[in-house]
């Protein structure tokens, strides 16, 4: 089993910056792909950024291109989530998934464990 832990959400300005951090525990992570997904009220959960067990392929919505950065540290079994230009439409609760698969995954039926979640508000 794989506990995931998510932080660094909070209240933020549009235009400013959070990094989120969900750090793993019960199992190293280092195989695992992992993704950022995030859910607004009424709306379904949508991916955001994964990244694949290597660090290597990693894939963004096109609403998040050129403004968030996932990464990885399997050192330390954690994924980070840099998001930058935030926007009003960013706001949501965001959850940390890992799936047992090494290789990129796009949709919430192919992870694994997931995250309580964090929320992020951005004001306009």
């Known amino acids: 089993q794989v506990q995931l832990v998510e932080s660094g959400g909070g209240l933020v300005q549009a235009g400013g910056s959070l990094r989120l951090s969900c750090v793993a525990s019960?199992?190293?992570?280092?195989?695992?792909?992992m993704g950022w997904f995030h859910q607004a009220p009424g709306k379904e959960r949508d991916v955001v950024a994964a990244?694949?067990?290597?660090?290597?392929?990693?894939f963004y919505a096109d609403s998040v291109k050129g403004r968030f950065t996932i990464s990885r540290d399997n050192a330390k079994n954690t994924v980070l989530l840099q998001m930058n230009s935030l926007k009003p439409e960013d706001t949501a609760v965001y959850y940390c998934?890992?799936?047992?698969?090494?290789?990129?995954?796009?949709?919430?039926?192919?992870?694994?464990?997931w995250g309580q979640g964090t929320q992020v508000t951005v004001s306009s």
């Open positions: 990244i694949s067990w290597s660090g290597g392929p990693t």
């Open positions: 019960g199992r190293t992570i280092s195989t695992y792909a």
């Open positions: 998934a890992a799936r047992r698969a090494g290789g990129l995954g796009f949709s919430t039926d192919e992870f694994d464990y």
